[in-house]
């Protein structure tokens, strides 16, 4: 037993020099510091680098990015994803390596920034479908965040269907393309109502495909004119001529129906490529001539 000790690595340790703090070891404490270093990332102020969330809060998020101490992000600035959370990969910005109080400074909403031009331009020509986060109202539409830049969502292209309320788009991450930019102003224009033209295009082809005279179909009411009412049929728009609405006398159509109201109607008519669509409400109504007493003679009243 003692001559496996004396043979062993702790019997070759000099106690007496550890006990003094002469030797930590075969490598003293400057060379460890030195090798403990080199073995994390080299970065500088001003970078832009991928860093790890390790850990999330309501507040903050903790970055790591291979340095000797974590970054700490403001959560503000990945309102744009809600989905965000620990293990997903991040960029960015190193404002400072140490604050006054040795902490590394991050943010992401510089790094977003910084990249954010080439982003947008490579979204446009490859028509990809790309995140926002809607700041807040302007005039005509909405301010939307864009990889850390701000672009202009016109109210005519947030839906197919006429928007009344813009106030509930406001603090909503959706998703757009991109449809326009203005290289000299970096001016930006995103469309959330192409992402589902195309859905609804198809859908188009398939009702106008089945559509036949005397059919009933379920719409809702898109828009009131004086002259009639618009019925959205799924993707495909007919109108209710204002004396297809009732049987008795209409001064408006907002008498009979009201905005976003689901109706069952029936074609009455279409033109050869089926893009003018007569629709009836009467129609499905009894006439009032049913009603009246069957032994009814000339001269009555």
């Known amino acids: 037993m003692t001559e496996e000790v004396k043979n062993s690595p702790i019997a070759d340790f000099d106690w007496e020099a550890y006990a003094n703090g002469e030797t930590k070891g075969e490598k003293t404490r400057e060379e460890l510091t030195k090798t403990y270093d080199e073995s994390l990332n080299t970065v500088r102020d001003k970078d832009v680098i991928e ?49 006054k109080k040795g902490q590394l400074i991050l943010s992401h909403r510089k790094a977003r920034a910084a990249r954010s031009w080439d982003r947008i331009n490579e979204a446009l020509e490859k028509d990809e479908v790309i995140k926002g ?17 701000e672009a202009f969502l016109p109210g005519s292209q947030i839906d197919v269907k006429p928007i009344r309320d813009y106030d509930i ?16 102003f970096k001016n930006v224009v995103v469309s959330h109502k192409a992402l589902i033209e195309a859905e609804l295009e198809q859908q188009k082809r398939e009702i106008i495909a089945k559509l036949e ?21 799924g993707g495909v728009d007919g109108l209710i001529h204002i004396t297809d609405l009732s049987w008795g006398r209409v001064s408006h159509p907002e008498e009979v129906v009201q905005l976003d109201q689901k109706l069952n109607v029936v074609i009455l008519d279409f033109d050869d490529e089926k893009k003018r669509i007569a629709l009836g409400l009467k129609q499905l109504q009894p006439h009032p001539w049913d009603a009246l007493d069957a032994n009814l003679k000339v001269g009555d009243k």
């Open 51 to 99: 860093g790890t969330i390790i850990a999330l809060n309501k507040r903050e998020a903790v970055v790591n990015i291979g340095y000797k101490s974590d970054g700490i992000i403001p959560m503000s600035e990945f309102r744009y994803n809600p989905d965000i959370k620990v293990g997903d990969t991040v960029e960015v910005f190193i404002e400072n390596q140490e604050d």
């Open 133 to 149: 986060y809607i700041k807040c109202r302007t005039k005509g539409g909405m301010i939307v965040d864009v990889f850390g830049i």
């Open 169 to 184: 788009f406001v603090g909503k991450t959706m998703e757009f393309k991109v449809v326009k930019i203005n290289q000299e």
């Open 213 to 233: 005279k005397g059919q009933v179909l379920e719409g809702s009411v898109k828009n009131i004119t004086s002259y009639g009412v618009f019925i959205d049929l």
